[in-house]
C-alpha cells in the first residue's frame, strides 16, 4: 500500500539515533533517512564509539551528543534535543524506505482523529 508523502513543514521529523561503533551501517542509515524520512534534525546519541561513528555523523551534519548511559536515557536526551513536535526513533543498522514518511504520517493522523 502507498501513503502519500506530505513534505511541507508540519511533517518535519526529528530522528533520534542511538549509537555505540555503529559505522558499519550508520551512513546508510543516515541517507535513507535524508532521502525518504523528511528530516528536520537527526540526533545522534553516541556512548562514546571508538570507530568512525562520529565521523560519519559529522559527514552528514547530525546534532551530536556523546554521553555514556541507558538506552532509555538516550532516548530522552534526544527527546529533549527535539525541535519539532514529530519524534522517532531509528536503530543504526535501520534503512527506511520510501514509504516510511507517509506511513509515519497515516500512523500519525490515525493517532490524533482517534482522541
Same mark, same amino acid.
Given at each position: 500500500?502507498? @501513503?502519500?508523502?506530505?513534505?511541507? #513543514?508540519?511533517?518535519?521529523? *526529528? =530522528?533520534?539515533?542511538?549509537? =555505540?561503533?555503529?559505522?558499519?551501517? %550508520?551512513? +546508510?542509515?543516515? !541517507?535513507?533517512? +535524508? &532521502? =525518504? ?5 537527526? !540526533? /545522534?546519541?553516541?556512548? @562514546?564509539?571508538?570507530? &568512525? ?15 555514556? $548511559? $541507558?538506552?532509555?536515557?538516550?532516548? %530522552?536526551?534526544?527527546?529533549? *534535543?527535539? +525541535? $519539532?513536535?514529530? /519524534? ?10 520510501? *514509504?516510511? #514518511?507517509? !506511513? @509515519?504520517? =497515516?500512523?500519525?493522523?490515525? $493517532?490524533?482523529? #482517534?482522541?
Amino acid at each position: 500500500m502507498k @501513503f502519500g508523502i506530505s513534505r511541507d #513543514a508540519k511533517t518535519k521529523i *526529528n =530522528y533520534i539515533i542511538p549509537t =555505540y561503533n555503529s559505522a558499519s551501517l %550508520l551512513d +546508510e542509515c543516515l !541517507i535513507a533517512i +535524508e &532521502k =525518504y524520512g523528511n528530516p528536520n534534525n537527526i !540526533i /545522534v546519541i553516541d556512548n @562514546f564509539s571508538t570507530d &568512525k561513528t562520529i565521523e560519519i555523523a559529522k559527514s552528514h551534519a547530525c546534532k551530536i551528543i556523546q554521553t555514556n $548511559t $541507558t538506552l532509555g536515557e538516550c532516548r %530522552l536526551i534526544g527527546i529533549e *534535543n527535539a +525541535e $519539532t513536535g514529530w /519524534v522517532t526513533f531509528v536503530d543504526s543498522d535501520v534503512i527506511l524506505n520510501e *514509504n516510511w #514518511a507517509g !506511513i @509515519f504520517t =497515516y500512523i500519525h493522523m490515525k $493517532t490524533v482523529s #482517534a482522541r
